[in-house]
């Protein structure tokens, strides 16, 4: 069977406060698409972020003195260092333009996975409107998940993903930062590979290949297509998923 | 438009020797599918090293001094990591069961790209075989565009890639090892995002989204789908391509 990635249109700006679940619907109503059991939708986080009110203007942020000092250090506006520390546990490492950190959600992301860009326009030509991810991926995943399985009566998939820098390699992929319904890892641990010869380590990232592939048609920033519906995804959902699934144990990391 | 990523049917184990554009061709043939231009194929290196001989037997393995030491830090048969070791430039970091090392393609991959499962049973029963990347799959991928560009007379795009660990995350996922038609990284920087506001740095490692959400329907091991067509690829297809443009230049990269 093929995966089918397709962008929803008719997907309008989102502004605070906003019904992502009820534009989904009306997305797919106009679309004239059919739903089924298993389907899944990527989202990128910044609708969700939006619509959550995740959004900070940098006038009104005051940057301490460790955000005065790393500011320094990467040559970042000091307030928005502020706000990267704030949304951090931990700094892994500062380059010129780029903090490193541990999010408080677990994962590993540049700048706190703060985004400047999409969001001023929203507020006129003031360029200081950032916008911070939302509080509890999963939470809004689940919550949306629920919405919309009431809505098309069959069982489905959300997949809230975000572009990250990779280490060692040029350029960003999608990469999830919360799900429901949609497993981040499948373990292929021990099942017999086409000879029988017993896999020894085959865990498949499988949240974060289905992010990425939507992530290649949403288009970046100019196209705005800010959901993904996805038919085919190969392994069953799973109530019992968490982005926790795919944060490697700080033990285990050999790259802090 | 939609993304469409189909598994080839009817695709046998490959030997080496094998033609890989004739087992493609035919393939689609029996499948009756329609080639259309700017069509993506997308392939797991095992089976382009297959075809090009890259098996070894580890018996005829002699480990160096540096193979027997750093087997003993990682815990590793020391004859692989002779041949990890021949086939790196240097190693990055060690970890138990696990060498991190730059490849001599250039990237930075586990266990040199050396593969253990779906080997052995070309050859009965012994475990002893493994399989190595091909020599230069830049090459290989633009080998097979041209032969498969002459027998479907459109022009089309080749990805082989490869499944990776990540730094900080858990689970491997299809990257980009080679390619040709298929750029690796697609440049957004100075578009204006939706209200605008100039990005900074979008650089979308495109090759890599599509490498995932390909590997995704691949399956892995058990299954054996080595090769995936993909339809609506959102970029235009391009002749000056190479795996170099998503490696981090060793001075930017805050992770070696």
Redesign the interface.
């Known amino acids: ?7 929803l249109k008719y997907f309008p ?1 989102v502004s605070p406060g906003d019904d992502i679940a009820l534009l989904i619907s009306s997305s797919i109503e106009k679309m004239n698409m059919d739903i089924k059991d298993g389907d899944i939708f990527i989202i990128t986080q910044k609708v969700i972020s939006k619509s959550e009110n995740r959004i900070v203007n940098l006038s009104e942020v005051k940057p301490g003195p460790k955000a005065k000092e790393v500011a320094k250090v990467c040559g970042k506006d000091p307030r928005l260092v502020e706000l990267i520390l704030s949304e951090s546990k931990c700094v892994i ?1 500062i ?1 010129p ?2 903090i ?1 950190v541990e999010h408080k959600l677990g ?2 992301c540049a700048n706190g996975g703060i985004d ?7 507020y006129g030509d003031q ?1 200081d409107w950032v916008l911070l991810l939302p509080i509890n991926p999963d939470d809004s995943a689940r919550q949306l998940r629920n919405r919309l399985q009431m809505q098309f009566k069959v069982s489905l998939g959300i997949l809230i993903i975000d ?1 990250h820098g ?10 999830s930062i919360g799900m429901a319904g949609v497993p ?2 499948v373990d ?1 641990r021990g ?7 017993s ?8 949240a ?10 949403m ?4 196209e ?1 297509t800010p959901v993904v519906h996805a038919r ?3 392994y069953p959902l799973r109530d019992d998923v968490n982005i926790k ?4 144990d700080k033990k ?5």
């Open positions: 069977m093929s995966l089918i990635l397709t962008p700006l490492r380059g333009g780029i490193i994962f590993v400047h860009s999409n969001v001023s326009g929203l360029k572009s990779r280490a060692w390699r040029n350029g960003i992929v999608g990469t981040g890892i292929m099942k017999p590979d086409l000879f029988d010869f896999l020894r380590i085959t865990q498949i990232a499988a974060d290949e289905l992010a990425a592939g939507a992530s290649l048609i288009g970046q920033a100019c705005g085919g995804f190969p699934d795919l944060i490697r285990r990391d050999l790259f802090r």
